[in-house]
């Protein structure tokens, strides 16, 4: 059965990777996007998010845009760093053709999910603004969204951006703790397993390698990436699978090790962004967490390269 979701997304050079191999899943079905702030500013990833919709055909699919800070704190560092000033390797894309829609992305959410009871998967891939603003809007759709299964955390592992705290948590702490401590179910993809799934060279030539307007697109904006982590993490031009990590556990969970627990979120100070497993249940008595602990890396790996490369 066809999973439905709206995919969240800051992009974005791995969101890039991400959203189009979902668009080429055919166990998905991509009913919306809606962009955030974090990997560039916020008028910068909406468009993108436009052209990676129409980049293949599907631009038939909606667009909204979305928070361009987070809901409590002032606006902290992008990761224009990582992704160059333009969320594409500082590549300078052509303008999309269509228009983004004429509604919030927090507002999107809620219309969507209150249309499909039951059936919407939420796979939001940068910070969890749009998601907490949307359970602000309308808190009842935690009972009517199937699943939350996003790309962020780092429950027993260190941070990225902190020495404890994984980026997409740490630009808005308070958001990613309303998500969390909200009564439905979801799925944490974090650096507990994304750190696990290693992009190597082999792979990333054979994508790069392929005649699709996807690997085409790649092929420009992967450099900048790549140079990011071989200075930061002397990798050799490997990267960590980060969020094409989540579209693969919506594919296929099965490929992915669970442990679940609480999640409890550092939202101030040194330790601000820091996701605390609370396994024993010490201190919070909400819904368990699905923490992605441990994957078949391989499969996964192969998953991604097989649809990015048909």
């Not at 409590?72 to 300078?92: Q, W």
């Not at 299964?149 to 980026?167: D, K, Q, R, W």
Request: one cysteine or more; glycine letters at 8%; charged letters at 20%.
């Amino acid at each position: 059965m066809t999973k439905k979701i709206i995919f969240d997304t800051d992009p974005g050079v791995d969101d890039t990777m991400a959203l189009t191999f979902a668009l080429r899943s055919p166990e998905l079905e991509v009913v919306g996007v809606t962009s955030v702030f974090g990997n560039a500013a916020g008028p910068v990833t909406a468009q993108n998010a436009l052209r990676l919709v129409e980049l293949e055909g599907n631009g038939h699919i909606p667009v909204a845009r979305g928070a361009d800070q987070a809901i409590v704190l002032p606006a902290l560092e992008l990761g224009t760093e990582v992704h160059g000033e333009d969320g594409m390797g500082n590549t300078d894309p052509a303008p999309p053709k269509g228009k983004l829609a004429d509604v919030h992305a927090a507002q999107f959410i809620v219309d969507t999910v209150l249309a499909n009871p039951g059936e919407i998967t939420l796979v939001p891939v940068g910070p969890l603004t749009n998601i907490a603003l949307a359970l602000r809007l309308e808190p009842k759709i935690a009972e009517l969204v199937d699943e939350v299964i996003l790309m962020g955390g780092a429950a027993y592992v260190p941070g990225n951006i902190t020495p404890l705290a994984e980026a997409n948590i740490y630009h808005d702490p308070h958001a990613a703790q309303m998500v969390f401590s909200a009564d439905w179910k979801v799925t944490m993809v974090g650096l507990d397993v994304t750190h696990q799934i290693v992009m190597d060279n082999a792979r990333f030539d054979k994508i790069l390698a392929a005649d699709n307007p996807a690997a085409n697109l790649l092929r420009k904006i992967v450099p900048c990436y790549r140079n990011f982590f071989d200075q930061v993490y002397g990798i050799g031009g490997a990267v960590y699978t980060h969020d094409p990590s989540a579209v693969a556990y919506a594919i296929d969970p099965g490929l992915f090790e669970v442990r679940q627990a609480p999640i409890v979120l550092e939202t101030e100070g040194r330790c601000m962004g820091k996701t605390i497993a609370d396994e024993e249940h010490r201190w919070v008595d909400y819904r368990s967490t699905n923490i992605c602990v441990g994957a078949q890396a391989e499969a996964v790996l192969d998953l991604i390269v097989g649809r990015l490369t048909k």
